[in-house]
Nanobody
């Protein structure tokens, strides 16, 4: 069982930056846990879209083409945190951002592959 809590959302102007945080916890969650941690987003009237993911224990990352060069993901084992650094934000990045986790999501970019979700945090980018 894994609990996820996102924070860090807000209102930012186009071209600005935000860093989202995801606090992970659970009885068996530690630095050696074999989880993939992902960030997804959902804009009004649209489906949940894959953003980027990181392997909690191995460290590899995988991101959507739409955010490559702008968004990065990182994890902090000591704090059980996953971060989403978002730079050069665009109005089309406006969405609720969700942190997700699963032991072996396949495919990684599919939201239905993940069993654990946070409550989401709103990101609004003004033009």
């Amino acid at each position: 069982q894994v609990q996820l809590v996102e924070s860090g959302g807000g209102l930012v102007q186009a071209g600005g930056s935000l860093r989202l945080s995801c606090a992970a916890s659970g009885r068996t969650f530690n630095r050696f846990s074999r989880y993939t941690m992902g960030w997804f987003r959902q804009a009004p009237g649209k489906g949940r879209e894959f953003v980027i993911a990181v392997s909690w224990n191995e460290g590899w990352t995988y991101g959507a083409d739409s955010v490559k060069g702008r968004f990065t993901i990182s994890r902090d084992h000591a704090k059980n945190m996953v971060y989403l650094q978002m730079n050069s934000l665009k109005p089309e990045d406006t969405a609720v951002y969700y942190c997700a986790a699963d032991s072996a999501p396949s495919p990684v970019r599919e939201s239905t592959s993940y069993g654990y979700w946070g409550q989401g945090t709103q990101v609004t980018v003004s033009s």
